[in-house]
């Protein structure tokens, strides 16, 4: 019976693209502050105080870094020959019980009389890291040209698969689909997964330091992809970095947007993009350490963007006189760390860290993966006592949160919770008329449906249909918004709760938030899924997160939005409104209450009881997951709280008897 209202589209405006515009024109804005910050830069002097804010805006946007003075506890497990180099299997711990598998590639000749340049490789999304192929080929291209060489498996890969099950022998979640798993929990709690992968490299530093062949002043990165993430993270954090070699991943954010593309959990740095910053930093950063970005002509990321990115950094350089430290190598290939990049990555380090042309042989005889395993059963988890994995890093963190907010006066708490919500969730809108509109009527049963539509925000238009009994149509009714999971493309399913609101005399107004129901933006081809995971709904939800925001503070800013529209209907009785809440989506309503008393009650059914519960919960659906969470928010309260809060004002509908105790399962949303 609902079927032409779930499929019904909003008549005279292109509502499919205003998201991914709004959003695109959003990131150029910020795009500019940067470029107009960096133009500004006219010295060394500069460059340094950017190069400070830059380092201090990364570890903000990833949360803070854990502590570094905690012991390495270095084990080497065994020893691997190949021609000209040994390796040493070694084992050391970046956190307490958070064990780091690696390879340390010495050549013959290296001794502790003589310390020497190193440099540490930070592998990419290959399940077998460091003993893969490509990752092992561009250590062996190293070490041949005399450099100390330490390859470092990162957490879900290698020997370090954080849901390995020893019993069974495989883990249900590697590489990308681990880091995305514990790197959404990491989200509520302020945290980037980013921060774990950093650290790790940043201890793997500590190491090699540490190493009598190795001289600390002349320690290098290099990695492609998910490595070249962690290099640039490396090059902007660790001032040690002598000299770098990021593959695969320097571009910038405007020739991003335009591949479409959503990025892996340790490549979403939350704010990023409002501090003014970009990949031009990254480089930046550096200056005037030697720098050589490595590229693919074929890339999934778009040449374009480290051609730009090299060029606009050539200033800086000649700033120190320095213009020749920096560079750009392609090779005409597709993605991936190439022969070719390994080989000029090793004339680069050569040059610089061991002072001298070194030319690396066209070809490297590799060892098998076996011989390089620091453990005996191929994974720590299980072999290694107490061993940790990051959603275990991640309750650490969450129950350190709980007790912070639990040390504040019940009163200082709430103040300080409402006062960060409303900013989330107001900072960054521009105020704008809603000039509402009818945009279509029908009649269904009983009942009369119009549809809505009006201005959220500049550029963004809000959308609902409004169901009532066609016999009240003259009078002014009290109004319930409803919010949930698919919005007015899943009516057939709550059609009894519509059915029954109307007859009950109010009007059931379905709000479709940004990117839902009527409002979900252009798909790519008629079969796309566009709430799975690394889907058309993440990638935008990953950009507004760079811009400081995030789709569920934008969503309950839509919220609030509606609530202001039904106030002004001539059709609705502005004293009683209310909100009803569904599925994952209900905790846009909850927030929304929290936000604005004219909101005279809040239902909420089938929705997680909190987030503290989902992040415990080790395996959940990640699909549409990213849309419920608001960064940080666990620093200051969780759902619990705001029940407990509209409670106290006897604005809180039934709640408590209608969560379902879903720990994020919720329902997969549809579009």
């Not at 058309?536 to 309950?556: I, N, P, Q, Y």
């Not at 529209?565 to 309503?589: E, F, P, W």
């Amino acid at each position: 019976m609902y079927d032409k209202l779930e499929k019904g589209q909003i008549a005279h405006f292109d509502v499919k693209s205003q998201l991914p515009r709004w959003i695109y024109e959003s990131a150029m804005e910020a795009a500019r502050k940067g470029e107009q910050a960096r133009a500004a830069i006219t010295d060394p002097a500069g460059v340094e105080r950017r190069q400070q804010e830059i380092r201090d805006g990364i570890e903000r946007c990833l949360g803070g870094m854990p502590a570094s003075d905690t012991p390495l506890n270095p084990v080497v497990t065994g020893t691997a020959v190949g021609n000209g180099f040994r390796v040493e299997k070694v084992i050391f711990e970046p956190r307490p019980q958070v064990y780091a598998t690696a390879n340390l590639y010495l050549p013959e000749d290296a001794s502790g009389e003589a310390p020497r340049g190193a440099v540490l490789v930070l592998c990419g999304h290959r399940e077998q890291a460091k003993h893969c192929d490509e990752y092992q080929s561009v250590c062996h291209y190293l070490v041949h040209t005399g450099l100390v060489v330490l390859s470092l498996d990162p957490i879900g890969q290698g020997e370090r698969f954080g849901f390995y099950d020893p019993q069974a022998g495989e883990a249900p979640m590697t590489s990308v689909t681990e880091h995305e798993n514990v790197g959404r929990q990491c989200l509520p709690l302020g945290d980037s997964f980013a921060r774990y992968m950093l650290h790790d490299a940043v201890r793997a530093v500590d190491y090699l330091a540490g190493r009598p062949e190795v001289d600390p002043a002349r320690i290098g990165v290099t990695g492609h992809s998910g490595g070249g993430t962690q290099t640039a993270l490396l090059m902007m954090y660790d001032r040690r970095i002598a000299a770098a070699a990021p593959g695969g991943f320097i571009m910038n954010r405007p020739y991003f947007l335009l591949t479409g593309k959503a990025q892996d959990a340790e490549q979403k740095w939350p704010g990023f993009s409002a501090l003014g910053f970009d990949h031009e930093d990254i480089v930046l950063a550096m200056a005037p350490r030697p720098v050589l970005v490595l590229a693919t002509t074929y890339d999934s990321v778009p040449i374009e963007g480290p051609r730009h990115t090299v060029a606009v950094n050539r200033r800086f350089y000649e700033m120190y006189e320095a213009s020749e430290k920096l560079g750009l190598f392609e090779d005409v290939n597709v993605h991936k760390f190439t022969v070719p990049l390994a080989r000029a990555a090793a004339r680069f380090f050569a040059e610089h860290l061991l002072g001298r042309t070194a030319e690396p042989p066209e070809s490297v005889e590799l060892l098998p993966a076996e011989a390089l395993l620091c453990t005996r059963s191929g994974q720590v988890i299980g072999e290694l006592p107490g061993a940790r994995n990051v959603h275990a890093e991640n309750a650490e963190r969450l129950a350190g949160l709980e007790a912070q907010r639990a040390a504040l006066p019940a009163p200082v708490r709430k103040q300080q919770a409402l006062a960060w919500l409303g900013e989330r969730v107001h900072t960054g809108r521009t105020s704008c008329d809603l000039n509402p509109r009818i945009s279509g009527a029908g009649e269904i049963g009983s009942m009369w449906a119009l549809r809505t539509v009006w201005w959220s925000q500049p550029g963004l238009l809000g959308h609902a249909l409004q169901f009532f009994e066609a016999a009240s149509a003259e009078r002014r009714l009290p109004v319930t918004i409803a919010v949930w999971d698919g919005g007015t493309a899943r009516l057939e399913e709550h059609a009894k709760w519509i059915e029954e609101t109307s007859a009950s005399g109010r009007i059931a107004m379905v709000l479709n938030p940004t990117g839902i129901g009527a409002l979900l933006p252009h798909l790519n081809h008629p079969e796309e899924k566009p709430f799975k995971r690394f889907g058309l709904m993440d990638k935008f939800t990953d950009e507004l997160m760079w811009l400081g925001d995030s789709m569920a503070a934008l969503r309950v800013y839509d919220v609030l939005r509606a609530v202001e529209l039904a106030a002004g209907l001539s059709n609705v009785d502005m004293t009683d409104i209310r909100l009803y809440g569904s599925g994952r989506y209900g905790i846009y309503a909850l927030l929304a209450a929290l936000l604005d008393p004219r909101i005279r009650s809040v239902q909420t059914v089938n929705r997680m009881d909190s987030l503290a519960g989902w992040i415990r919960e080790p395996f959940y659906d990640e699909t549409d997951s990213l849309s419920f969470i608001l960064p940080g928010m666990l620093r200051h309260f969780d759902l619990p709280d705001a029940e407990a809060w509209l409670r106290e004002d006897g604005r809180l509908g039934g709640a408590a008897a209608e969560v379902t105790g879903q720990r994020g399962a919720g329902h997969p949303a549809a579009g």
